[in-house]
C-alpha cells in the first residue's frame, strides 16, 4: 500500500502497474501510462521524492482517489 504522501518515482509507477496502467511510454518530454483512454503524465526521473502536491495532480489525471490509491 503506497504512503499518502511523498512517494519514489520507482514506486509511483509501480502502483499505477498495479491500478493497471500500461507503460510507461514515450511522449514529448515526459514519459506517460495509460489505461483505458486515459493517458497519465510521469515526473522524469530526479533527486528525491515526488511531492504529495504533484501526486495528488497525477491521481486526479489518472481518476484514481485517494482510497483506491492507498488499497493498491
Do not use: C
Not at 518515482?9 to 502502483?15: G, T
Not at 498495479?18 to 522524469?44: D, S
Request: no cysteine; hydrophobic share 35%; aromatic share 6%.
Amino acid at each position: 500500500m503506497p504512503p499518502w504522501g511523498p512517494i519514489s518515482r520507482r514506486r509511483l509507477i509501480r502502483a499505477l502497474h498495479q491500478l493497471g496502467f500500461q507503460g510507461p511510454g514515450r511522449g514529448g518530454r515526459h514519459e506517460y501510462m495509460r489505461r483505458r483512454k486515459v493517458a497519465v503524465t510521469i515526473p522524469n526521473p530526479h533527486r528525491g521524492d515526488i511531492s504529495i502536491g504533484l501526486l495528488v495532480r497525477i491521481l486526479r489525471q489518472a481518476g484514481v482517489s485517494r482510497e483506491e490509491w492507498e488499497a493498491v
